[in-house]
């Protein structure tokens, strides 16, 4: 066993200790590695060879065996017990309350409102995708929409009082059903379960090189933690490359309410926004809250609204760096798999 209530009580104060920061730092250079190198040459190997529904289920598989894996590993090699599940409850309790209470912060920061006229639209995409309606508010923000809730506040679809103003009534209703797809998909309860395993591995790792010092078999544990640290981030690239998936399965529904065309222009519109006044995109990128936006936080250039420059935007480059530590995939390639959907 190598928790001990020494290490249990410094790993509460992580933030002052500098070895956890060591190791933070070693695991985004090596998610940059990976983001930069490794994954743009095997995303472009098995780009286009299976469908989503098959990509999304063989990425969860990879993402379950290797977190397990490594778990197994550690659980044999330094003879935890208890403390696996001591941390396990302790990250699901934090992840748990911010799930809960995040609803109530989002709608005092943003300042949501209801809508009757919002409400309307939001009760005709619901019932073509068959669920029952979401509340409708409206917050005061830069041109963007976002899913939220859960089983206290009930759930909510949040539309930008900007982006009303940007949208035709056809874009909006591609936009509400990519949102209302997330609330049917589970997303947000999903990716916040998904999100706990390269969490819990690197706290693992991190208290095994902790407690590496005060067991004969120092070297050794401490090998075993810094590998279970970069597998960790390894597991968080593969994890954003499902939250991705995630995005393109919920523009799907979109697309069944609206359209290819209303969906591509509402993204196209979202993005020449931000393409404009950079200065806003930067703001958006510095919110708690940018996992919500439906807007993916990357590098292009866009020109309104026609469908030579709606094609012109797919043939775009992105940075893949940006790309592969986003939870959205960037707009070029979400308005590509757009053109690519049968109903």
Excluded at 100 to 129: D, F, H, T
Excluded at 143 to 154: K, V
Excluded at 320 to 341: C, G, N, V, Y
Aim: glycine share 4%; no cysteine; aromatic share 12%.
């Amino acid at each position: 066993m190598f928790f001990n209530s020494r290490n249990s009580k410094l790993s509460m104060f992580l933030i002052f200790d500098p070895l956890y920061w060591v190791l933070a730092i070693l695991g985004y250079v090596v998610m940059f590695a990976l983001a930069s190198t490794v994954a743009p040459k095997v995303a472009g190997k098995f780009a286009g060879k299976f469908s989503l529904y098959t990509s999304m289920l063989l990425l969860l598989i990879l993402i379950l065996a290797m977190s397990a894996g490594v778990i197994y590993l550690i659980l044999v090699f330094a003879g935890l017990t208890i403390d696996l599940y001591a941390l396990l409850i302790f990250l699901l309790a934090i992840n748990i309350l911010i799930y809960l209470l995040s609803p109530y912060i989002i709608n005092m920061s943003y300042g949501a409102k209801k809508s009757e006229e919002l409400q309307r639209v939001v009760n005709e995409a619901s019932a073509m995708l068959r669920v029952k309606p979401p509340k409708a508010v409206v917050v005061h923000s830069p041109p963007n929409a976002f899913a939220y809730g859960n089983f206290l506040t009930g759930k909510f679809v949040a539309v930008s009082d900007s982006l009303l103003n940007m949208l035709s009534r056809d874009e909006l209703m591609a936009v509400i059903g990519h949102e209302i797809g997330h609330h049917k998909h589970r997303d947000n309860l999903f990716m916040l379960l998904l999100g706990l395993l390269p969490s819990l591995i690197f706290y693992l790792g991190y208290m095994l090189i902790r407690s590496s010092a005060e067991d004969r078999r120092g070297a050794q544990l401490a090998i075993v933690g810094i590998l279970a640290v970069i597998v960790s981030f390894i597991i968080q690239v593969l994890v954003l490359a499902f939250s991705r998936l995630r995005e393109y399965f919920a523009d799907t529904e979109g697309v069944f309410v609206a359209g290819k065309e209303a969906m591509q222009r509402s993204l196209a519109k979202i993005h020449y926004f931000y393409y404009k006044y950079p200065s806003v995109k930067a703001e958006i990128a510095e919110s708690k809250f940018r996992t919500l936006f439906i807007y993916a936080l990357v590098n292009a250039v866009a020109e309104p609204f026609t469908r030579a420059d709606i094609e012109r935007l797919k043939k775009e480059k992105v940075s893949p760096i940006q790309e592969f530590l986003s939870t959205h995939p960037p707009i070029p390639k979400r308005l590509a798999f757009i053109d690519s959907l049968r109903f």
